[in-house]
């Protein structure tokens, strides 16, 4: 068996050892309740504020605007019902994209089983929201608009200072979701102009099970979980200290590197994208006219199957752009709203490189993949 290549770092991330170092020590020496006023408990809380401050720095943030969750979807859920919950008597419209991660995609709609008006702005075919498309839905009822900072698919990064001012003019809090982006390409709250902004640890080399959700000072906000009112009344439960050790180091480790990260990131995709267009000549790039993440390469090959493709290829870790259900084979939504055929949809591979990820690994990987076009079909078990 060769040994395998990890290319779905879109999905999680290696925890950097770094992170696990901060980690394991508060595991050591940190089991104080961060409330308690012990010695022990005093302990606790430096590491967890020191860890905001650390999270606060990576997005240009203050420290007491930082919340931990317990990752993206937490953090999701949380921006889009903490301002439809604070704004209710204000509105009951919220503005969100078409191709929005379906935390933020179920959190509307179960405000929309409520009563609620969504209104989702389309993209175009490069993967992309027009800003002036967000101006003209927001109304006179409309409390938030959410647009994701960049894709998880696709990689294509969305406008959202633009956005922003857009939502600003009229009014409105605007939230994004920078779950993908964050440790890949500059993220700062003040430059983005937003009033929420969604962290997921495990998309920058922290653990799973971590996350952060920046609220902006005087934002009127609800809070998701109700108890001690820990977090400034903003989320109650006793904080993880070990964990929050990790999500700062890992967005402290982030904003150090994240030049030559950048740089490593776009030079493993683009030698990635170079093997795969000499092998595979009617190569579909989805989204790559526009303005991408470094390391996120989302490709079609034509007349194949992807999902039959990596069944069959040896090794290789990634996903592709259809899911299947029952027998069944779903078409993602983010292709379908670029206006993509379900055809080409099902024929796509997300390959996304890391800091880790190697030359060798790259060129090893197109082999594997040109291979596992002539190999045969495994055989269903019987």
């Known amino acids: 068996m060769p040994a395998p290549i990890y290319l779905d770092y879109n999905a999680s991330t290696p925890i950097a050892p770094e992170v696990l170092d901060a980690m394991t020590n508060a595991f050591r020496h940190a089991h104080g309740n961060a409330l ?4 022990f408990g005093v302990a606790a809380r430096a590491i967890v504020e020191r860890a905001r401050g650390e999270v606060a720095a990576a997005v240009g943030a203050e420290a007491d605007e930082i919340v931990f969750t317990s990752g993206g979807t937490e953090s999701n859920n949380a921006a889009v019902h903490g301002v439809a919950e604070a704004l209710a008597s204000r509105g009951r419209h919220i ?17 929309e089983a409520h009563g609620w008006g969504v209104t989702r702005v389309p993209v175009d075919p490069g993967g992309s929201i027009d800003p002036r498309a967000i101006e003209s ?3 006179p009822d409309t409390v938030l608009v959410s647009v994701m900072h960049a894709n998880n698919e696709t990689g ?7 956005a922003a001012r857009a ?5 409105v809090l605007i939230h994004t979701d920078a779950a993908q982006s964050l440790g890949k390409i500059r993220v700062h709250v003040r430059e983005l102009d937003v009033d929420l902004l969604t962290i997921a640890g495990h998309k920058l ?20 979980l109700r108890g001690a009112g820990h977090q400034g009344n903003r989320r109650s439960g006793t904080e993880s200290v070990a964990l929050s050790a990790a999500l700062g180091a890992a967005c402290a480790l982030a904003d150090r590197e994240l030049e030559a990260r950048g740089r490593h990131l776009q030079e493993m995709r683009d030698r990635l994208e170079r093997a795969l ?17 470094p390391n996120t390469l989302y490709v079609a090959l034509p007349g194949l199957d992807a999902n039959e493709l990596l069944a069959r290829v040896q090794g290789l870790a990634t996903g592709s752009g259809a899911a299947c259900h029952s027998g069944s084979v779903t078409p993602s939504k983010v292709l379908l709203a670029m206006g993509v055929k379900p055809e080409i949809a099902r024929a796509t591979l997300r390959l996304t490189t890391g800091r880790e990820t190697t030359a060798a690994e790259i060129d090893e990987a197109a082999v594997r993949l040109a291979a596992a076009t002539r190999a045969p079909a495994r055989s269903e078990p019987a």
């Open 36 to 39: 308690s006023t012990h010695a």
């Open 95 to 111: 503005v969100i994209t078409a191709i929005e991660h379906a935390s933020v995609e179920e959190a509307s709609r179960a405000l």
């Open 137 to 139: 839905v927001i109304r």
């Open 156 to 162: 294509v990064v969305q406008p959202v200072a633009a």
């Open 167 to 171: 939502a600003r003019a009229k009014g």
């Open 205 to 224: 080399y922290a653990p799973q099970g971590i996350g952060a959700l920046y609220i902006r000072r005087g934002t009127p906000f609800e809070p998701f």
């Open 277 to 293: 267009r000499g092998l595979f000549p009617g190569l579909v790039v989805h989204g790559g006219e526009s303005k991408r993440l």
